[in-house]
């Protein structure tokens, strides 16, 4: 039989709530996160560890796409236990070994504060380096979107984009984005709450109808 896991209690922020303040040294200097974020979008991310092939990975490519973060109004935040003195040799030598400058900031959590309130370690994992979190949060403060990868399978870019790319639009147009919905798709009309509404929805003129439950229009 194999030995059974043992399962401790979790600390990670649920969908829905305030995303938990900190202060902490990073790259660019000491910042706390409510102040740092001001009105922006945040993408806070958590790679096991400095100097390794898959997290390198990430950090290039996250670099490659910042412009476009940036148009969406998100900051990119990332993290991991090692030192501020690791993080910089490791930033230095990403740019001596492939001309790419990493723009923004690397959180250096070596007492794990920021990891431990964001539930990024993953005991049965590792117990000395973060699995791979993505923290989506809003202006406001609060978490809308969550995802955790292995140590071992680098995260999608382009997936984190379209996630983004839903919640700003679910904010601004009071709607819902169907599965693998990107920019430019159809969206969802929400679904009735009262018989006015299931009137409203059965007669309304919309661009694809297919049941007073799932209907779908162009924006």
């Not at 950090?59 to 993290?79: C, H, M």
């Not at 990403?94 to 504060?113: S, Y």
């Not at 292995?150 to 601004?172: C, F, H, S, W, Y």
């Not at 599965?179 to 969802?188: Q, T």
Request: proline share 7%; hydrophobic share 40%.
């Amino acid at each position: 039989m194999s030995e059974e896991i043992p399962q401790t209690p979790s600390s990670i922020p649920k969908i829905g709530e305030k995303a938990p303040d900190f202060t902490a040294v990073t790259t660019h200097g000491e910042l706390t996160l409510s102040e740092w974020q001001g009105d922006s979008w945040v993408v806070l991310f958590s790679h096991p560890a400095d100097f390794t092939p898959v997290c390198t990975t990430e950090f290039l490519a996250f670099t490659e796409r910042f412009d476009e973060f940036q148009k969406r109004n998100v900051k990119l935040i990332g993290l991991s236990i090692d030192s501020i003195h690791s993080h910089m040799a490791w930033m230095n030598n990403i740019r001596e070994k492939t001309g790419v400058t990493i723009p923004f900031p690397v959180i250096a959590d070596l007492d794990m504060n920021v990891a431990k309130k964001y539930g990024m370690l993953h005991e049965a994992e590792s117990t000395t380096a973060t699995v791979r979190a993505v923290f989506i949060i809003d202006p406001d403060r609060v978490v809308r979107a969550l995802v955790y990868y292995p140590l071992n399978a680098g995260r999608n870019m382009d997936e984190i984009l379209r996630l983004i790319d839903a919640l700003q639009t679910v904010d601004k147009y009071g709607v819902a984005c169907p599965a693998n919905w990107k920019p430019g798709d159809m969206v969802i009309v929400p679904p009735p709450k009262t018989v006015n509404e299931l009137e409203e929805r059965l007669s309304g003129n919309y661009d694809e109808k297919i049941d007073f439950y799932l209907i779908k229009k162009k924006l």
